[in-house]
């Protein structure tokens, strides 16, 4: 058995505060993750909704940002697909060692990384259109 | 539906303490940044970022944290960060952060090296200005 939510949202950051808490509600109902994963998908949910809504707004478009949340009786499963162009993961800019003073050079970059650290699977897939991310929690 | 962030600043001696609530992402961390090229304007001698009571906090935040960590850097100020929080600590370690950043369980300890600075039972500097 599982659920589906599934909204659409314009591609502007007011509405992130928004996604998140479709997320808090998806799962009030069937508690599947404990708080603190909770939190995790919640931060990873916010970075892949992020991404997409600055992929859109650097190609221009205002067509909106979907977003599917499956709610299963072991995991959560939730799908960001933009139209933003085609994020290509592989070409993101490596950063500095911590131990660098150039790091602080390097405010932006983290999310993927937070995605990927907070969730059990992440999957950018890119297309010609656009990008979907998939990002699972277990239970 | 955001909870809309505050910044509350006060001074500690010849520091200054900004202590963040509410939630901080990419609609809001430009007001975060804001308060921090204010406050490090003013060229304290350290800055205290207090996120102990912080809602929600994303990359953009933890970036403008390292651009805030810059400025003071480029003033030969002190940088740390107070945070009790497990979630936003594990953060901290996933972007290897707490590397960078000089990080506090409380307050207190974080102003506990600083001349001047004196708090009450409350959390508040005493005779100092907000």
Redesign the interface.
């Known amino acids: 058995m599982s659920e589906d939510f599934e909204i659409e949202i314009p591609p502007t ?2 509405h ?3 996604v ?2 479709v997320l808090s509600s998806a799962l009030e109902a069937e508690p599947v993750l404990k708080e ?1 994963r909770l ?2 998908l ?2 990873a949910l ?2 892949a909704t ?1 991404n997409a ?2 992929a859109h707004n650097r190609v221009g478009t205002q067509a909106a940002v979907g977003i599917r949340i499956t709610v299963a009786d072991k995991k959560v499963t939730v799908r960001v697909s933009d139209q933003g162009g085609g994020f290509d993961p592989s070409k993101l800019k490596k950063h500095p060692p ?2 660098d ?1 150039e ?9 993927v ?2 995605m990927r ?2 969730t059990d699977e992440c999957s950018i897939t890119p297309s010609k259109n656009g990008t979907t991310v998939t990002l699972i929690v277990h239970r | ?3 809309e962030p505050t910044f509350e600043v006060a001074e500690y001696g010849r520091w200054a303490v900004m202590r963040v609530t509410g ?1 901080i ?3 809001t961390a430009p007001r975060l940044r804001q308060h921090v090229l204010t406050v490090t304007a003013r060229k304290p001698d350290g800055l205290v970022l207090d996120l102990d009571r912080i809602e ?1 906090i ?3 935040g ?3 944290m ?2 805030a ?2 400025r003071m ?1 480029m003033i030969d100020g002190g940088f740390r960060i107070v945070c009790s929080q ?2 936003l600590n594990e ?1 901290f370690k ?4 707490n ?2 950043f000089d990080l506090y369980e409380s307050l207190e300890d974080a102003l506990a090296t600083v001349a001047g600075a004196t708090i009450d039972g409350a959390g508040n500097p005493e005779g100092a200005s907000t």
Do not use: C, N, W
Not at chain 1, 103 to 111: D, N
Not at chain 2, 94 to 97: D, E, H, M, N, Q
């Open positions: 950051f007011e992130l505060a928004m998140r808490s603190e939190q995790d919640r931060l916010s970075e992020t809504i600055e911590v131990t003073p790091r602080l050079e390097y405010e932006r970059g983290l999310g990384t937070l650290r907070l | 539906m955001v909870i939630e992402d990419m609609a929600f994303d990359s953009t933890l970036g403008v390292v651009g960590a810059k850097r497990p979630h953060l996933i972007t290897r952060l590397e960078v």
